[in-house]
Each structure stands twice: as structure tokens, then as C-alpha cells.
């Protein structure tokens, strides 16, 4: 969901101690409270999902999933949380060959008046029940606490959006934009708050949900839709904690960069970065607009990236994955990239695809710094705008639609090359995602430079891997880096989509050189801080709309 306000400034703001940059001020609000009273970054970002998840329902919530990347002040060190949606057990590579119509009934209650479902899809992977994987947000919600947090008690994390929704939840313009007429309407979700109430409550809220009173409310509801999501597989469900040697780490010049590790795409992300900072070393432009020299080097350096894409998957079911991740971002890998990159544009096999990948969407990220230094960058998601568009009607909770995010050996492609097998569906396997949440660490200081991360399906890696170059590389500004129109190019389809902004001779000159471009209203969202001196600078993406502002002290 993308919004172009004119003047498309993003909202941003220095401070001293702490900073937020989220989706919504309500919830960098919350989250400035948690801080204020003892909370660090991870139990701010805590209170952030659950508040993106009610205020945000489109894009998160406890329906779906998460990547966090955490950087420790006190070890010096990254950590990463993989609450990433799971294939269920009866799941298999064929089960949407015959794309055959599902029960579809489950209701999006956002009103107590208003109710809003799909049924009669003909696109099981994509809507109804059967495109729902194993949700992990909660999981990974409790897992950071316990091994994050404890600074403040869990309920207090939760307290903020319950209050809100006790009084109601104000439509902003990306939910209006969403899920029209109701702007400037109040949702109450009576369901979704008694559900977040209990969880709360709750001495262990994972037992509840994935083992509890919930389950069996859940896979009741599943059963007597068509779904196939048993107890067996709420039971089975672990978020995982990864400390950094499991991590992508890459090396940038006094500084280091962590990610999540496949099926996370922080690896395609970093490669694009580091393939940059080698092509603009001794440029003296600061404004990559004027020179089509730098854009077609990053459209080029993008391609190769994503074409290797292909062959990742979730690492606990392609052994070679984690080694392919770490490939892309060696030097040898850069070398060979930076040699094959001429004055125009390859043709499409010049990048040597294998397979086409999967696409995703409907994502929320943010960013928190903290006045110890812990930071955080997330970006959770439930795939489709409100998932595969069903919701538990006893508890609220809205289901994501992640099965889509799989490769399918009968999936239309029209672009040559074969689904990619690397992220064909296993049951308990993890489907690949755009995700690259990013947080970059001085390395002289041990103190963390920047946190970006971004939404908008496979626009993450581009949105999050220019922003960095433009900030780490050529000394943007990060209002800047934000503000600048975008541009993107995955390989499949091999057309370059941009924003309105570039220099038209910036546009000529990339046609002449056999790039085929398309503009279009907006590209991606994103949110980042960059540490400045003394100061912290956060910055939220007017393209999410005017709600998307940051907050600290």
C-alpha cells in the first residue's frame, strides 16, 4: 500500500537519547513511553507490533510474521529473530496445481457494524484459508521478551493498544486507502482486544495461543473452512533466535552490516550495496539524479542480485542456501559482477537466471534506538493487503496469506525460466521473503550508524539497499534519502520501475542504454535512523501517509 502526498517529505526529527521511526505516531508514541519508563528497543519494538497490528490491520498483526534484526550494546554483537509463517504439515508442492475454489466465510469484523469478506476465490494460494502458513509473530513477540527484555512487565507492553482500542481505533489514510469509505471512522474491535486482553494476561502467552484455549479455537475455525492447519503444527511452531556468526555480515569500509540469513533477502540486499560502494568510490556527485552513470550501475548491480535470488530458500531445507547468501555478498562475487557491467544493459541471460522467484507484499517496518544503543529493525507482515482475507471470527485475529510467498511448479510464468525449487512448499519449511531489515555498526565505535528497513514486497530490496548507498556512500542527508524518487528493477519482469522526480535527461540517457522504464505513483515505504554526531535522526516515509511520523526524547 503506497501513498504519494505532495510535498512527499518525510516526517523526521533529531533527538538525544532515543529514537522511533514507525508507520504510525500512535505506536512510536507507545513505544517512547515503554522507553521513558526503563523499556529498551526491543520491548519499544514489542509495543510497536502489537500496536501495528490493530492500527495497521492490512499489513500486520498476530496472523502473521516477523524478521527482527537486533544489535546488543552490552556484547556488541547482532542478533536476529526469525518469526518468519511456516508451511503446515499437510502441506505439499502441488496443493494449488488446480487452483480449486476453497470455503471461504471467515469475516473481517472492523466494525461492530460493518463486516468484510471474500468468498468464491478461485486463487486458494493467494485468498481463503488454505493460504494460510503457521503464523509466528506472537511466538517471536514472547522469545524477544524473554531473552531481550524484562525491563518492564510483558502486560505493560500490550496496555497502550488496548486503551486505544477501548476508545477506538482511528482509520489512518494507508488503512482508509485500504479499505474504503471509512476514514475518519473508529474501528472497535471487540474480538481482536479481547484476544490481546488474554494474551496479556497470560503467564506464558505462547502456551495459550499455540497450545492452549486459543489453538482449539483456532484449528476448529480452519477445519470447518477448508483449511488445513492442525494443533500439530501450532504445537510444533518455534521462533528462532540467531546470534551473529549465524547472520549475514558483510564488511563496508569501517563498518559492518547484519541481516537475517535466508529465507530472509538481506544477503540480495547487502550485495547491491556493497557492489555500489565500490562504483562510486572517487565519484564526487552527491546527487545521483544528475548522473544516469550511477543508476545504471545500480540497475545492473540490481539485476545480478536478484537473479541469484532464485536459488535461495529456508536454510533448514537447502543446505546450500546459507553458503549461496554468503557467496553474494564475497568479494569474488563482486569482482565478477563489477567486470560484467558495461555501458548499456545485458541482455536478460546475461545475468544468469535459474528460476524465477516468488513475489511478496503487504508489510509493515520500523526502526528503534535506545539510550543505551540497543537497536532494532523489523519488518513484519501478513503478505496480501489483510492477508488471504479471512479472520478468526471468535478472536479477531486476521490470518496472513504466506503460502503464496512459496514457488509453485505449475505457477504461471511468463518469462521463460522455471519456478525457483529452492523455495517449492515442505511442510515446515519457511517461504522466502523480501525482508532485509538492516542495521549497520560503526566499527571503530561499536556504536550502531544506521537502522533502515522498508515495505513493499520485492521494492524492499531496492528501496532499503539505495537509501543506504545514498546516506553511507554519498553523505545524503537521510530526509534526503527518503524524499528522492526510487527506482527498481527485479529481473522478472525486466522492466524498470520508477518515480516521478529524475531529471528527464537522467531518463533518455537510461532508455539509450536499453533499460525499458516504466514511472509509476510510488514504489515502497520506508523507515530508518542514522546516528549524526550527537544526534539521532529519525525518519518515517510521507509515502505510508501523514500518520507515518517518528518519536523519542
Known amino acids: 500500500m503506497s501513498l504519494w502526498v505532495s510535498p512527499h517529505f518525510p516526517i523526521h526529527g533529531y533527538f538525544s537519547a532515543a529514537a522511533i521511526a514507525t508507520d504510525h505516531v500512535r505506536c512510536s508514541e507507545f513505544a517512547r513511553d515503554v522507553m521513558i519508563e526503563g523499556g529498551n528497543a526491543v520491548e519499544a519494538a514489542i509495543t510497536i507490533l ?38 503446515p504439515l499437510r502441506a505439499h508442492e502441488r ?23 471474500r468468498k468464491n476465490s478461485s486463487v486458494d494460494h493467494c485468498l481463503g484459508w488454505k493460504a494460510v ?24 507492553l500490550i496496555e497502550p493498544t488496548l486503551k486505544m482500542m477501548d476508545v477506538g481505533v482511528p482509520v489512518s489514510q494507508a488503512l482508509e486507502a485500504a479499505l474504503e469509505p471509512w476514514v475518519n471512522a473508529c474501528c472497535n474491535c471487540e474480538r481482536q482486544s479481547s484476544t490481546l486482553e488474554m494474551l496479556a494476561r497470560a503467564k506464558d502467552p505462547v502456551k495459550d495461543f499455540y497450545r492452549g484455549k486459543l489453538t482449539k479455537q483456532f484449528v476448529k475455525e480452519f477445519k470447518a473452512n477448508g483449511g488445513i492447519i492442525t494443533a500439530e503444527d501450532f504445537k510444533r511452531y518455534r521462533a528462532i533466535i540467531r546470534n551473529q556468526s549465524e547472520l549475514i555480515v558483510t564488511e563496508l569500509h569501517g563498518r559492518y552490516i547484519c541481516g537475517p540469513p535466508p529465507p530472509s533477502s538481506s544477503a540480495v540486499t547487502q550485495s547491491i550495496i556493497k557492489i555500489m560502494d565500490d562504483y562510486i568510490t572517487g565519484l564526487n556527485e552527491t546527487k545521483p539524479e544528475a548522473n544516469a552513470d550511477i543508476y545504471h550501475y545500480y540497475l545492473e548491480a540490481s539485476k545480478f542480485a536478484y537473479a541469484v535470488r532464485s ?30 557491467i558495461g555501458s548499456r544493459a545485458l541482455p536478460l541471460d546475461g545475468y544468469q ?6 513475489s511478496d507484499d503487504g508489510t509493515s517496518s520500523f526502526m528503534v534506538l ?48 522455471p519456478p525457483a525449487p529452492a523455495n517449492f512448499i515442505r511442510p515446515g519449511k519457511r517461504p522466502m521473503s523480501s525482508i532485509s531489515p538492516l542495521i549497520i555498526v560503526n566499527k571503530a565505535t561499536d556504536k550502531v550508524e544506521l537502522a533502515v528497513g522498508a515495505a ?8 532499503v539497499s539505495l537509501i543506504a548507498t545514498k546516506v553511507l556512500k554519498l553523505g545524503w542527508k537521510l530526509r534526503d534519502a527518503l524524499t528522492s524518487s526510487r527506482l527498481h528493477n527485479q529481473l522478472f519482469p525486466n522492466v524498470t520501475l520508477h518515480e516521478p522526480g529524475f531529471q ?50
Not at 513493499?456 to 528501496?463: N, P, V
Not at 540517457?509 to 510510488?522: D, M, Q, T
Request: with cysteine.
Open 50 to 87: 502489537v500496536c501495528l497490528g490493530v492500527i495497521n490491520p492490512m499489513s500486520s498483526g498476530l496472523g502473521g510474521g516477523h524478521f527482527m534484526t537486533i544489535y546488543n550494546a552490552t556484547t556488541r554483537s547482532c542478533f536476529v529473530v526469525d518469526a518468519r509463517e511456516a508451511a
Open 456 to 463: 513493499g514486497g520485492s521494492r524492499i530490496i531496492s528501496t
Open 95 to 117: 496443493m494449488f496445481d488446480s487452483n480449486l475454489t476453497g470455503s471461504e466465510t471467515g469475516m473481517l469484523w472492523l466494525t461492530d457494524f460493518v463486516a468484510i469478506g
Open 353 to 358: 537466471p535459474h528460476s524465477v522467484p516468488s
Open 311 to 340: 536459488e535461495l530458500g529456508d536454510g533448514a531445507f537447502v543446505p546450500q542456501a546459507m553458503k549461496i547468501a554468503k557467496n553474494i555478498t564475497s568479494e569474488e562475487f563482486l569482482q565478477y559482477v563489477r567486470k560484467s
Open 370 to 417: 535506545d539510550r543505551q544503543g540497543n537497536a532494532v529493525a523489523c519488518t513484519t507482515t501478513i503478505n496480501f493487503l489483510f492477508g488471504a482475507g479471512v479472520a478468526s471470527e471468535s478472536t479477531g485475529v486476521i490470518w496472513n496469506s504466506n503460502m503464496d510467498d512459496f514457488s509453485s511448479p505449475k505457477k504461471p510464468n511468463f518469462y521463460g525460466y
Open 133 to 156: 502458513a503457521v503464523p509466528g509473530e506472537l511466538y517471536g513477540l514472547w522469545e524477544e521478551y524473554k531473552n531481550f527484555g524484562g525491563n518492564v512487565p510483558w502486560p505493560r
Open 504 to 553: 528527464q535527461h537522467v531518463i533518455d540517457e537510461l532508455n539509450s542504454r536499453g533499460h525499458s522504464l516504466k514511472e509509476i505513483s510510488a514504489l515502497s515505504e520506508a523507515t530508518a535512523i542514522f546516528v549524526d554526531g550527537e544526534k539521532l535522526y529519525a525518519a518515517c516515509d510521507f509515502r505510508q501517509g501523514v500518520e507515518a511520523q517518528p518519536c523519542g526524547y
